[in-house]
């Protein structure tokens, strides 16, 4: 840090992605990326009709992937919102609709990046704990009184509430809003898109980076109210107005044109989820009930940190938090059947040498 830094951020702490080696071939089943490249239609898209147009701007509204998305969740035009990532979302919500009276609740354990987001702009937040085995009580939420943000399925625990819970939790707190961030809703989840109809506080987002197999584009986008899209327009005008690039605009269109690909691909992560917590389940570990691309794990015998350690020093990624409620746990992002079989055969021969 220079001495220039603003006094704002001096305290700042900022997040730490996942691992992105760029040194050798690992197995990575650490950043819940998708095993699949993306679909035939976007390698078509990305094409070089679409390069030669690189020196003019993108479209500021996106109108044409908005269009699509509209009309593949039922929604209109106006109730939909595009950002770089969902990341970018996250920034805009919490720049939009928090403040001193309005602060943010969101779960002790969950996405990393949530209390960040908070301390950037210095609001005061609320961690609430969750319950027993990592549950969410949505008890816990009902009129609170805050600006609430809840990933459903929750990260990295994997575990989901259903659409009806979600709802007591929005209709009792008419007068915050609600995000839900559905980043990995496609594996087992049910949706609450269809409550933004009813709900004028109620927004969710979305990610083009796990399921649909975009992580590198940057893409993610909110379906709500027009009045909260509104709002979020107008951080986002004010912040970068041309925040999605042409390319991943293409892409976006093609992987939203593409749909059939994608839920095949959805099942067999589904499955390999099934396999690999079974396989685990044989080896003793305790994993989670997951509905995400991702299962959080642990060993009776070996500290998380060590299967970290020990995973990566042979070659498989996966993700640890050196943090107390979590530190024995382990997550796992599921990918393709023969990276699950490497990852099952680094764990035996591990626990192997711990004998
Ligand atoms: N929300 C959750 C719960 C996540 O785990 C992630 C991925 N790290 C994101 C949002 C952000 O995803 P992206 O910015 O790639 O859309």
Redesign the pocket.
């Given at each position: 840090m220079s001495r220039f830094i603003s006094q704002r951020f001096t305290n700042l702490e900022a997040y730490v992605p996942g691992e992105q080696p760029q040194d050798k071939r690992y197995i990575k089943l650490n950043?819940?990326e998708s095993p699949f490249p993306p679909s035939p239609e976007v390698f078509a898209a990305i094409n070089a009709q679409e390069v030669e147009k690189l020196n003019l701007y993108p479209d500021p509204e996106g109108r044409v992937l908005r269009q699509r998305l509209a009309q593949f969740y039922g929604v209109g035009m106006e109730n939909v919102f595009l950002a770089n990532?969902?990341?970018?979302l996250?920034n805009f919500f919490f720049m939009a609709f928090c403040d001193e009276s309005r602060p943010a609740a969101f779960p002790a354990v969950?996405?990393g990046?949530y209390p960040v987001y908070a301390s950037l702009y210095g609001l005061p937040h609320d961690a609430v704990p969750l319950r027993e085995g990592f549950v969410l009580d949505p008890a816990d939420y009902c009129a609170i009184g805050k600006n609430i943000v809840i990933?459903n399925p929750n990260?990295p625990t994997g575990r989901a509430l259903g659409v009806e819970d979600i709802e007591k939790i929005v209709r009792t707190n008419p007068d915050h809003v609600v995000l839900i961030?559905e980043?990995?809703i496609n594996f087992g989840g049910e949706s609450c898109i269809p409550l933004t109809g009813k709900y004028k506080n109620l927004l969710v987002c979305q990610?083009?980076?796990k399921f649909r197999s975009l992580?590198g584009g940057?893409?993610?986008y909110a379906i709500g109210d027009s009045g909260l899209i509104q709002d979020l327009e107008k951080i986002r005008y004010s912040t970068n107005s041309y925040n999605i690039n042409r390319l991943t605009m293409a892409a976006g269109i093609a992987a939203i044109d593409s749909n059939d690909y994608y839920e095949k691909n959805g099942r067999i992560i589904q499955e390999n989820r099934a396999y690999t917590i079974s396989e685990l389940d044989k080896l003793g570990f305790e994993t989670l009930p997951s509905q995400a691309n991702f299962i959080f794990t642990r060993s009776p015998r070996i500290p998380g940190g060590t299967l970290y350690r020990s995973l990566k020093a042979r070659g498989v990624l996966v993700r640890h938090w050196d943090k107390p409620d979590i530190a024995d746990w382990c997550r796992v992002t599921i990918g393709a059947r023969n990276e699950m079989e490497i990852f099952l055969e680094k764990i035996r021969e591990i626990l192997e040498e711990a004998k």
């Open positions: 950043t819940n990532g969902s990341d970018e996250l969950s996405y990046f990933a990260a961030d980043a990995y990610t083009f980076s992580a940057r893409l993610g």
